[in-house]
């Protein structure tokens, strides 16, 4: 993905050097931008959120900035990631191609009140479903379901498969985190060592201060990701956090729409070729069966 | 009230942690800084520059910073030492530093006239700072240690964010675990750093004025 992308990058370079037509550049930006087909003739029924954005040809969707794997910015200023790649096929599907997309960043604590207010059109940012967050949004989805893991030294000196082997060991978290609590309760026989951020955690494993380090498999990716060298995921969640994309609450045509264009990314291995391009390519992890979408 | 029942293991706990720390890194600062303090106003060149450097070091540097260079560095040069112990030698050679100069104070304001007294009657440098000058130098400079031990207290927080659960972290824990009563554990957290930090300031203030010089 990324050499293609420096190809491109130098491609459409070398085109404007030799002053030929832009189009052709685009053709190249396109292709290596554009997994997926962006629809042609779009035909929504009038009054629909669909019809709307489809006529706007553009769209805002919220998604996290600093979230290697799944929503990080780019020094170009671009979102990139499984939730990009996600949204795009979405966009596509409404005849919107991916750089008519603005991408605004949305936090955790401020994803519900931007879809409320209307500052995004849909959020895809590691949004977990659940029925506190169902009361003000709805969610379409889910499109993936991340859980808390285990992050080891490189090679699983210890052999560490999942969380019933932690007992004796130390395994670091962070203070007063949903993780951390799981072991507390779940898992009392581990040892937890707590820091206030994850990337201490990370040192932590790298000088042997720690055997382990656990918390959703979506943050360890990433973790993962700046040191392959020195961890290894275990990847065997043992939690359930299934991601949707969040929407303002009521629009049940936008969900069944949204809903229906991710069964058919499943089938038509778009959805694959995401994760493959993104947090597959980060894990060095396959990617997984696709969770089925909850239409309720 | 039910709130502080339910966690109270846990603030105690916490507090123990607090406290304890807070001595043991008192202890360790108040005797180096006394050493260095010694050697900075020591006839040997080598020992003063060595002083000089170690409190312009210590006392120049964020605590944070220390912390991380004990916690996360040494081990790197094969130098481990535990979560607990590393933040305990963190704050305490921090802290000797300022302890070394609020001594150093308290040694210049002890009269020239005394130590030149004790030289003409045949003490050695080690004798006349140990019999005659650090006396009356610990009794000038009660007030600053107190200011100086009351922060370290304070500082021993840093320690929440390397793996110590001590009051901080447990606010960490508790505010999170209970979003609705965030006021309480704030108040219970600032009750555990005031029961170390008003009690000493009791003691200290007793100290200082049964130690003080009549001039």
Partial sequence: MRITRYAAAFAALGVVLAGCS??????????????????????????????????????????????????????????????????????????????????????????????????????????????????????????????????????????????????????????????????????????????????????????????????????????????????????????????????????????????????????SGAWAEAWDSTAGAISGTEAPEPPAVDRY | MQFFIDNFPLLRDAFLTTLSMSLLAGLLALVLGTVLAAFRVSPITPLRGLSTFYVETFRNTPLTVVFFFIIFGLPQIDFAVGFFTGSVLAVGLYTAAFVCEAVRSGINAVNPGQAEASRAIGLTFGQSLREVVLPQAFRTVVPPLGNVWIAMVKNTSIAAGFAVSELTASLQRLSNANAGELLLVLLAVVIGYMLITLTSAYGISRMERRVAILR
């Fill in chain 1, 22 to 267: 832009s189009e052709a550049g685009d053709t190249v930006e396109d292709a290596a931008d554009a997994p997926v087909e962006v629809e042609e003739n779009v035909d929504f029924e009038a009054g629909t959120t669909m019809a709307e954005l489809a006529e706007a040809g553009t769209m805002t969707v919220g998604t996290k900035f600093d979230q290697p794997g799944f929503g990080l910015r780019t020094p170009a200023g671009t979102p990139e990631g499984f939730d990009v790649e996600v949204a795009k096929i979405i966009a596509a599907e409404l005849g919107i191609a991916p750089e008519d997309i603005t991408w605004t960043e949305t936090v955790s604590a401020n994803r519900e009140a931007f879809i409320e207010e209307g500052r995004v059109d849909m959020v895809v940012a590691t949004y977990t479903i659940n029925d506190d967050r169902k009361q003000r949004i709805d969610f379409a989805g889910p499109y993936y379901e991340a859980g808390q893991d285990i992050m080891v030294a490189e090679g699983n000196p210890l052999g560490i498969q999942g969380p019933e082997d932690l007992a004796g060991k130390n395994v670091c978290s962070v203070e007063g985190s949903t993780p951390a609590e799981e072991i507390r309760t779940n898992y009392p026989e581990a040892q937890l060592t707590l820091f206030d951020v994850y990337s201490k955690c990370a040192d932590a494993l790298a000088n042997g201060q720690v055997d382990a380090v656990t918390t959703d498999n979506v943050i360890l990716t990433g973790l993962v990701a700046g040191s392959p060298d020195q961890f290894d995921l275990v990847g065997n969640p043992f939690t359930e956090e299934p991601y949707g994309i969040g929407i303002p609450k009521g629009d049940d045509e936008f969900r069944a729409f949204i809903n229906d264009t991710l069964e058919q990314a499943y089938e």
